[in-house]
């Protein structure tokens, strides 16, 4: 668990920077105090909060105590009260806590994509799947390790779910539960030749001097939706409600949408994520016409 320091508390928090004048009178926020952000470990693994959560600080003076876990982790930080507004990745999840009105106001941010990396040999054929369900069924064969994250994370939630879509239950020797975030865990699966499930942002942002390479991908089941919700005030009026609100008005604002767009392409020749704000989760499940 990482918190990230910041700069002294102050009291006002001016968004007019960002914003044009016809929205600014509407989503300008007072974050009179400190932000506790829980989000997952690919946004701080991938570099993403390191560009974000400066450009915010500087504009609404205030710091932001940023809580990277997995998702499983950083839901149940705010459905506690511990966190003003969480940014995870595991919809299925998130659609349950809101009915049960412990966040709100759930907004798209940004997709990337999941993708199966392992040793360049690929002993377990996984190029030669022609399906998600045949990729793990070869994984699951036991021949070769495989790292799961097994944290409750949105990747290990889709990496569950995966398995009991190919009729399998892992377990034994070859499947690793390592327990820890999507850069710990691909520096694992490297160490012991083994194949892991991982986002396409973390793999980029950490690849180089593993031993990984991406072995599957392109898979509708493989999209990697994010979003940002707010804590619920009503049930936790201690949480910093305005604050947890202007972070999230944040990171869907125009500005930092455009910068999501570029971001990673100057390093890795592609940028890490997708801006989705404004659209909705159903026509990005659509199959492409």
């Excluded at 044009?20 to 989503?27: C, F, H, T």
């Excluded at 982790?73 to 995870?88: C, I, K, N, T, W």
């Excluded at 994250?149 to 009729?167: M, P, V």
């Excluded at 599957?216 to 999209?223: E, K, N, T, V």
Aim: proline share 5%.
């Amino acid at each position: 668990m990482r918190h990230r320091p910041g700069s002294p508390r102050t009291t006002g928090c001016a968004f007019l920077l960002l914003f044009s004048v016809a929205l600014a009178g509407s989503l300008a926020a007072q974050a009179r105090r400190d932000v506790i952000l829980a989000t997952t470990t690919s946004t701080q693994d991938s570099g993403l909060l390191d560009s974000l959560v400066p450009r915010f600080e500087r504009i609404c003076r205030c710091r932001v105590k940023t809580i990277a876990v997995g998702t499983g982790q950083s839901l149940a930080l705010g459905a506690r009260g511990e966190a003003d507004v969480v940014l995870v990745h595991a919809p299925s999840l998130e659609k349950r806590y809101v009915a049960e009105g412990l966040f709100r106001n759930r907004r798209l941010v940004m997709t990337n994509d999941f993708v199966l990396v392992g040793p360049a040999a690929d002993p377990a054929g996984l190029r030669q799947a022609t399906s998600l369900k045949d990729a793990f069924q070869r994984l699951g064969a036991g021949n070769t390790p495989f790292a799961s994250r097994a944290d409750s994370s949105g990747t290990n939630i889709l990496e569950l779910n995966q398995w009991k879509t190919a009729g399998l239950a892992p377990s034994g020797a070859w499947y690793l539960q390592v327990g820890q975030g999507m850069a710990a865990t691909l520096r694992i699966a490297s160490e012991k030749g083994a194949y892991t499930l991982t986002d396409r942002g973390t793999y980029l942002a950490v690849h180089q001097g593993l031993a990984l390479e991406v072995l599957y991908q392109g898979a509708p089941q493989l999209l990697n939706i994010y979003h940002v919700m707010e804590v619920n005030a009503e049930v936790f009026p201690n949480v910093n409600h305005d604050g947890g609100r202007a972070f999230a008005d944040f990171m869907v604002a125009p500005a930092t949408q455009a910068f999501i767009r570029t971001f990673g392409t100057a390093k890795f020749g592609q940028p890490l994520f997708t801006p989705q704000a404004g659209k909705r989760e159903e026509d990005l499940l659509q199959p492409a016409r």
